[in-house]
């Protein structure tokens, strides 16, 4: 069973597409792993990646850099047997009003994906009986053509979004509040792989259902073990530190980041409620 993996910012990387994909891909089996999946195989297509499985891989949805995923069906590449494939899953519950949602990532296919919407619906239309319906529909059927294959779906799952952990440096964070676990969590969904700078290695645990793709590295502040010395052993150009700590001064030529600058204090608490 396929389960189909969208993402959003990486299609705008251009020649460096293929490193986030990558990147994506490696982060993809970390959660996995980390979940005790095994897949049977991974694959690539334009614009989608493709986790073959034998159930949904819901647990995909938490793994940064992924804008949604379907779980889905896998049908040759012709009219008829992609007709056949969207009756079934169409006649698997009740419903009244349906859309067909055609997307055509292998131009090669002869129809459009107008043509495609039209096609399909047609054909349920007749077996079923139902309405087609183009706003708030009881059912959509989602058809991706992708490769030499076409893929068909009912469901679509929202991700986390962003850019793929590992994808755009290190970054020490202190973690000292919900907030704090908040700044972190937006630096890893802009790509950052965090090292985690706490009064105890407990306090990361709301982060680890979205760190896939790093270590979650944490060095404990009661070691005393200065910033100047965690910076330069792990490599680290950037912190993200709350409170009256000004690394300007302390930390001079290391970049501060405050992902929380632009949030109030009420949209902060909802976000961490939200999240954790």
């Known amino acids: 069973m396929p389960t189909i993996i969208r993402y959003a910012e990486i299609g705008t990387k251009g020649k460096n597409r293929s490193q986030f994909e990558n990147r994506l891909i490696f982060n993809l089996r970390d959660c996995l792993k980390k979940n005790h999946t095994i897949p049977s195989k991974i694959v690539r297509e334009r614009g989608r990646i493709l986790v073959y499985s034998d159930s949904f891989l819901r647990v995909l949805k938490d793994v940064f850099g992924v804008a949604s995923l379907s779980e889905s069906v896998e049908c040759p590449l012709d009219l008829e047997s992609i ?35 039209q096609q399909i619906g047609k054909h349920i239309q007749e077996k079923t009986g139902a309405t087609v319906l183009l706003s708030n529909p009881d059912l959509t059927i989602g058809i991706e053509i992708l490769g030499n294959a076409a893929f068909l779906f009912t469901n679509r799952v929202e991700g ?28 890893m969904r802009r790509g950052s792989e965090v090292v985690f700078w706490a009064d105890d290695a407990k306090a990361i645990a709301p982060l680890e259902r979205y760190s896939y793709g790093q270590r979650n590295l944490v060095f404990l502040k009661k070691e005393k073990k200065s910033l100047d010395e965690l910076l330069r052993k792990e490599k680290i150009k950037a912190v993200s530190l709350p409170g009256n700590h000004d690394p300007k001064k302390t930390l001079p030529g290391i970049l501060c980041l405050d992902p929380l600058i632009g949030f109030s204090e009420e ?7 939200a999240l954790f």
């Open 83 to 117: 007709q056949q494939t969207a009756l079934s899953l169409a006649t698997a519950a009740p419903f009244q009003t349906f859309k067909v949602d055609a997307q055509r990532m292998n131009k090669s296919f002869p129809l459009t994906s107008l043509e495609l919407n």
């Open 160 to 187: 986390r979004g962003g850019l793929p952990i590992g994808t755009q440096g290190k970054v020490l964070s202190s973690i000292d509040s919900k907030a704090s676990l908040l700044a972190a969590y937006l630096l």
């Open 267 to 273: 949209e902060i608490h909802e976000r961490c409620e």
